[in-house]
């Protein structure tokens, strides 16, 4: 059984540019998390996705961000006009069931984007 | 202090020796949980406990929950050189907001062989 598997693992945009990371949930997880980490912090939450769903987006910055989970394929995080702040690693999760607060989230590898 | 802050900041220890970080957090909590990240990888999770739950045990980790004090402890026994990494308390909320996790800035363990 695969873990939650992130690309591209590295992503270099210059500024003005879109990055596109995406994620795959683990098999048989329908829920999706993205975090961001930004140097020598820990992870801030930014958007809770189920299939065609956006639960909660209450951690995403108002403008340029944006994220889906199409019924079909990878859940993906967009990043438009990207700026220098936004230089940091992402992270996906997934989790397996609704509505448990017990759930463990499983975390992938990350996409850590450098905007030049 | 912010929710899930972690303490020390960092740890140098020897291998053998055991190892203990605590995390302090604000709100109530469903549960808390510990990961590991090494450096530039992913995080790696250990270990869950539940608010109801005072300790729990995973091989060499044993983590405490006093939530009267809202604060958490990992130990890890019988350090090894391999248990060098950054690790991060994070807690699920109760009482709806944000559901994801929060996280602290994280405690840098390292091990001396």
């Known amino acids: 059984n695969a873990g939650v598997m992130q690309n591209p693992r590295h992503l270099v945009r210059r500024r003005g540019q879109e990055a596109r990371l995406r994620c795959s949930p683990m098999k048989g997880h329908s829920h999706v998390y993205w975090y961001r980490q930004l140097p020598e912090e820990g992870l801030k939450f930014m958007v809770y996705?189920?299939?065609?769903?956006?639960?909660?987006e209450s951690g995403m910055p108002k403008e340029r961000f944006s994220a889906e989970f199409p019924k079909e394929g990878p859940s993906i995080l967009r990043i438009q006009q990207v700026v220098r702040g936004d230089s940091a690693a992402y992270f996906c999760a997934s989790s397996p069931r609704l509505g448990s607060a017990q759930e463990t989230q499983y975390f992938g590898p990350g996409t850590r984007l450098l905007v030049l | 202090s912010q929710q899930g802050e972690e303490d020390p900041q960092a740890l140098s220890i020897q291998e053998g020796e055991n190892a203990t970080m605590n995390c302090s957090y604000k709100t109530s909590i469903n549960n808390l949980q510990w990961y590991r990240q090494n450096s530039g990888r992913g995080l790696v999770h250990l270990i869950l406990?539940?608010?109801?739950?005072r300790e729990k045990h995973s091989g060499r980790l044993r983590v405490t929950l006093d939530t009267s004090k809202k604060s958490s402890s990992l130990l890890i026994t019988a350090s090894r050189a391999a248990d060098t990494a950054s690790y991060f308390c994070a807690t699920k909320n109760s009482g709806g907001g944000a559901d994801g996790l929060t996280f602290g800035k994280g405690t840098h363990l390292i091990i001396q062989p």
């Open positions: 996705l189920q299939k065609e769903n956006i639960i909660d």
């Open positions: 406990i539940r608010s109801n739950e």
